[in-house]
């Protein structure tokens, strides 16, 4: 993909395979008076995404409605695709285990929702799923590569964690220039995540797409470098504070 981007053209399709006529299968078609699925099942045909490097792409619609599958069938005509589930993690402190100055480190965990001193310590199994989520994008975004793809976009977090992370990944995708692929059932963090693409899925009919209007001005330098002295600073509510990293504890998923 060029620096002007590209119009990509998709076409998701997938075939019901009917199931093994059992004894409990017919008994459900019996009971309820269906049959089986069968036959070539079509999510989106020739569906054209204006696609531009360093955009933030979001697929929002029900469980079920095709939106993980054309957010995998984009990322398979780009390249420079990073999947956080598919991001392998050390056995080591979080603080150690990405790939940035010590500073920078700082910096993007506290992006990434893991502020807290006592957290970054602990080693991924010592985390909770929610965390290790973030942790998770946290390292995908440390390898800045050209996308990010992240399905299921902040369902393991509580509303609140969710929004502030949705937020953060607007203004990380703003200054990195990284493009963000993402996917979610949840509506309430749009506001925050502010898309460049959001693509309304339904189940039966083609994507409503909407393009983000106002022009930010998308930054390119590094939003990861910040300045750390070798003292901490107090924060507005008096803890210590280096990096964005507090010494307080919360319990958030």
Known sequence: MNAKGMRMRLQVAYEFVPPTA????????DHFGIGVEQGRHEIVSDWELPLEPGQLVCFVGDSGSGKSSLLRATARQLTGVVDIQQVELEEVAL?????????ESLNLLSSCGLSEAQLILRRPAELSEGQRYRFRMARAIAEQPAWVLADEFTSALDRTTAKVIAFNVRRLCDRLGIGFLTATTHEDVL???????CAICRLGSQPELIQRTDDAGKKKE????????????LDATGRTS??????GMTWAS
Request: aromatic content about 2%; glycine content about 10%; proline content about 7%.
């Open 222 to 233: 590094s939003a990861l470098r910040t300045t750390c002295g070798s003292a901490g600073r």
């Open 95 to 103: 603080i150690d285990a990405l790939p940035l100055p010590f500073a």
């Open 191 to 197: 506001d925050d995540l502010q898309p460049d693409l």
């Open 242 to 247: 280096l990096g964005g990293i507090t010494a």
């Open 22 to 29: 059992t004894v409990a299968v017919r008994q459900v078609m």
